[in-house]
């Protein structure tokens, strides 16, 4: 987990994810857009992996249980996902735990953090952030 840690912070990327194969790759968008995208694109690649991110809210910790991911260490983590993972038997570290995650601009919760706020089913949460993702783009589901 150290050299995940090291590269997330050396590299400039939002998310490093080593697999279950040992293959390492580097994503850089905000958000769940990364994830969302090898759930949906290249699933067995989560699979018993290891991530180093930046930020990881519980809409996050929904996919990477989803995805079926080992270990996380999470440089900012909120309590709804840290319970999540938890409850999943994830092995969680983080450098700082958050009552939530905050928007973009800091002016309150960030959507997916409220959208997932009060559920606890790892498909609910997944069909939530589609929807939203889809919303974003203007295509409906």
Known sequence: MVELIEKLYGSGCSCVIRNGAGETRFFYRKGVADLYGLICNDPGFLKGASIADKVVGKA???LMIKGGI???YSAVLS???EKLL???GVQVSCG???PFIENRDKSGW???EKLSYNENSIDAIFCRIEN???AAKGVKT
């Open 110 to 112: 960030c959507p997916l």
């Open 79 to 81: 309590e709804h996902a």
């Open 86 to 88: 938890a409850a999943h």
């Open 70 to 72: 080992s270990r996380l």
């Open 96 to 98: 700082k735990s958050v």
């Open 60 to 62: 996050a910790a929904a």
């Open 132 to 134: 939203f993702l889809f």
